[in-house]
C-alpha cells in the first residue's frame, strides 16, 4: 500500500469517526425509532472508525471501493460568449469560485491538479486529478489519480447557442469516501451533491453575467 492509500484511509477513518460521534449523540437526544436509527449509524461509523474494520461490508464481501458511482448531471444557459466561459473554466485554479464544496484546486501542470473538498463536519479530503479531454471551447474531462481519497470523474461542455449565449452541462460521478452509507451522512449534514451543483451553476451564472469578462 502507498502512502497516498494510507493517508486517504487516515482521511477516510477520521471522517467516519467525526460522523458517527455526532450522529451517535443526535440519535440519544431525540426518541423513537427514528433516534435508534440515527444513533446506530453513528455507532457503526464511530466504530468502523476506531477499529478499521467494515462489519456490513465483511458481511456481504465487498468494501467501500467496490459500491457503485454516484451521477450528478446539471445544466445551466449563460449569457456570455463560449470561448469566455471555457477559458474561464479552464483555469482550474477559479473552480472554487463556482464550486461551493471546494476549498482550493491548485495546478500541478498542464494536466495534473490538486483538489481540496469540504466534508461533514468541518473536515476536508483531497485528491490530485488529470486532465483527459481538453477541446479548446469545447468539453474538458478529467478523473481522479490512483490512491484519491475520492474517486471522481467529471466533464463540463460548452454549447455556443445561436444567441451568442452558452449551454454549460456538467456531468460528475464519485464514490464518497465511506460509500454509500457516507452519501447518506453527506446528505443528512445538507452536503447533497446534486442540489449543490444546481445552486453553484446559478450562482455562477449570476456572476459571470454581471461581470465585465468576455
Known amino acids: 500500500m502507498t502512502k497516498t492509500e494510507e493517508g486517504g484511509m487516515d482521511q477516510t477513518r477520521m471522517i467516519s469517526g467525526a460522523a458517527g460521534g455526532a450522529l451517535l449523540l443526535m440519535g440519544l437526544r431525540k426518541r423513537g425509532v427514528l ?7 453513528g455507532g457503526y461509523l464511530a466504530y468502523r472508525a476506531a477499529t478499521g474494520n467494515d462489519p456490513v461490508m465483511a458481511a456481504v464481501g465487498g468494501g467501500a471501493t467496490t459500491s457503485k458511482p454516484i451521477f ?35 495546478e500541478l501542470d498542464d494536466k495534473r491538479s ?31 489519480l490512483p490512491g484519491a481519497t475520492v474517486d471522481n470523474a467529471g466533464s463540463v461542455q460548452f454549447e455556443e447557442l445561436p444567441n ?20 447518506a451522512v453527506a446528505k443528512l449534514f445538507g452536503e447533497e451533491p446534486s442540489q449543490q451543483i444546481a445552486e453553484d451553476l446559478q450562482k455562477f451564472k449570476a456572476a459571470f453575467e454581471g461581470s465585465d469578462k468576455n
Request: charged share 20%.
Open 35 to 41: 433516534g435508534l436509527g440515527v444513533a446506530a449509524v
Open 72 to 106: 450528478v448531471e446539471h445544466s445551466v444557459v449563460i449569457d456570455r460568449p463560449t470561448q469566455a466561459v471555457y477559458d474561464y473554466w479552464r483555469k482550474l485554479e477559479n473552480l472554487p469560485q463556482i464550486m461551493s464544496h471546494l476549498e482550493s484546486v491548485t
Open 114 to 144: 490538486r483538489w481540496v473538498a469540504k466534508a461533514p463536519l468541518g473536515t476536508h479530503v483531497e485528491w490530485e486529478a488529470e486532465i483527459v479531454n481538453d477541446k479548446p471551447g469545447q468539453r474538458i474531462g478529467w478523473h481522479s
Open 164 to 183: 451568442g449565449g452558452t449551454r454549460v452541462h456538467v456531468a460528475l460521478s464519485y464514490r464518497p469516501p465511506a460509500g454509500p452509507l457516507g452519501a
